[in-house]
Nanobody, 127 residues
Framework: QVQLVESGGGLVQAGGSLRLSCAAS????????MAWFRQAPGKEREFAAA????????YYQDSVKGRFTISRDNGKNAMYLQMNSLKPEDTAVYYC????????????????????WGQGTQVTVSS
């Protein structure tokens, strides 16, 4: 199983930007579909963005579409989430996740479809 470690979270004002990173070790990341999830206080963990093993396809939750960009660098065994035009409602712990399953024609979007998780990084957006 791959080990995942997130970094790049912090406190930012509304309208600002942050770039999250997810570093992998233990296995090569190009065997995994990858995703970012987030969990706000008192809420369930929710899908934010996903990317295929090669990076050729991406998918976003509607609320982040046009503001967030998911990317990966398999040579560096890393994945990223560029977050622009941040809003207070983006405040959450952000988790990177990996899915080792074979391609089934769509990117996995549910929490239970991912088998590897990082510990999370806090993103706080002030108004």
């Amino acid at each position: 199983q791959v080990q995942l470690v997130e970094s790049g979270g912090g406190l930012v004002q509304a309208g600002g930007s942050l770039r999250l990173s997810c570093a992998a070790s233990g296995r090569t990341l190009n065997s995994y579909n990858m995703a970012w999830f987030r969990q706000a206080p008192g809420k369930e963990r929710e899908f934010a963005a996903a990317i295929t093993k090669s990076g050729s396809r991406t998918y976003y939750q509607d609320s982040v579409k046009g503001r967030f960009t998911i990317s990966r660098d398999n040579g560096k065994n890393a994945m990223y989430l560029q977050m622009n035009s941040l809003k207070p409602e983006d405040t959450a712990v952000y988790y990177c996740a990996g899915d080792f399953s074979p391609w089934v024609g769509r990117l996995p979007l549910r929490v239970d479809e991912y088998d590897s998780w990082g510990q999370g990084t806090q993103v706080t957006v002030s108004s």
